[in-house]
Nanobody, 126 residues
Framework: QVQLVESGGGSVQAGGSLRLSCAAYGYTYSTVCMGWFRQAPGKEREGITTISRGGNTAYVDSVKGRFTISRDSADNTLYLEMNSLKPDDTAMYYC????????????????????WGQGTQVTVSS
């Protein structure tokens, strides 16, 4: 199993930036996909960006050009750089890991992601 711990959330004004981190502990070398999901009050959890073991990335249209996913394999850490933040970005952000090859077919789907962090809150004011 793998343990995921997010950090870096907070409150910022519209147009500002944040960098989220996800530290992974355990069987980190065997993950097929890792990524970031978010959930706003009253809404479903949404896949926003993921990266495969081979380095292929996927982004939901609403964050393309503003968010960047990256990883440091040596430190077993996943990052999310968030720029030009908007009030609509306000949500709880979750780090997730998948050990299933099926995540490669649809990287933004929750289905293949079985391990999740506790979440970190991001609040963007106008």
């Amino acid at each position: 199993q793998v343990q995921l711990v997010e950090s870096g959330g907070g409150s910022v004004q519209a147009g500002g930036s944040l960098r989220l981190s996800c530290a992974a502990y355990g069987y980190t070398y065997s993950t097929v996909c890792m990524g970031w999901f978010r959930q706003a009050p009253g809404k479903e959890r949404e896949g926003i960006t993921t990266i495969s073991r081979g380095g292929n990335t996927a982004y939901v249209d609403s964050v393309k050009g503003r968010f960047t996913i990256s990883r440091d394999s040596a430190d077993n850490t996943l990052y999310l750089e968030m720029n030009s933040l908007k009030p609509d970005d306000t949500a709880m952000y979750y780090c997730a890991a998948s050990y299933q090859v099926s995540c490669l077919r649809n990287q933004l789907s929750r289905t293949a992601f079985g391990y999740w962090g506790q979440g970190t809150q991001v609040t963007v004011s106008s």
